[in-house]
């Protein structure tokens, strides 16, 4: 079982930037791929950006790329992701998810998930 828990989210003015941080439990965070998606009401939720096991591969949706950044430290078992220049259509409920058997850019591919938190971007 792994437990996962956002933090950082809020309210935040068009351009102005915001950093989720998403802490795990568990021994084997290093041995697993992390995500961050996201969902916004009445749409389906949808991949933001992805970091493999060591960090070294990551991928980006192209709404955020170049404004957002994913990183991870294993040694802290803590994923984040930092957002730049957001704008309104950023807003949303942000998740971090855990995939046990690597790096996925598949949703379903997820095994464990966190609460979420809300960011909300103000015009």
């Known amino acids: 079982q792994v437990l996962l828990v956002e933090s950082g989210g809020g309210l935040v003015q068009a351009g102005g930037s915001l950093g989720l941080s998403c802490a795990a439990s568990?021994?084997?965070?290093?041995?697993?791929?992390m995500g961050w998606f996201r969902q916004a009401p009445g749409k389906e939720r949808e991949l933001v950006a992805a970091?493999?096991?060591?960090?070294?591969?990551?991928y980006y949706a192209d709404f955020v790329k170049g404004r957002f950044t994913i990183s991870r430290d294993n040694g802290k078992r803590t994923v984040y992701l930092q957002m730049n220049s957001l704008e309104p259509e950023d807003t949303a409920v942000y998740y971090c998810?855990?995939?046990?058997?690597?790096?996925?850019?598949?949703?379903?591919?997820?095994?464990?998930w966190g609460q979420g938190t809300q960011v909300t971007v103000s015009s």
């Open positions: 998810a855990a995939d046990t058997s690597g790096y996925s850019r598949r949703l379903g591919q997820y095994d464990y």
């Open positions: 568990g021994r084997t965070f290093s041995t697993y791929g």
């Open positions: 970091i493999s096991s060591g960090g070294g591969t990551t």
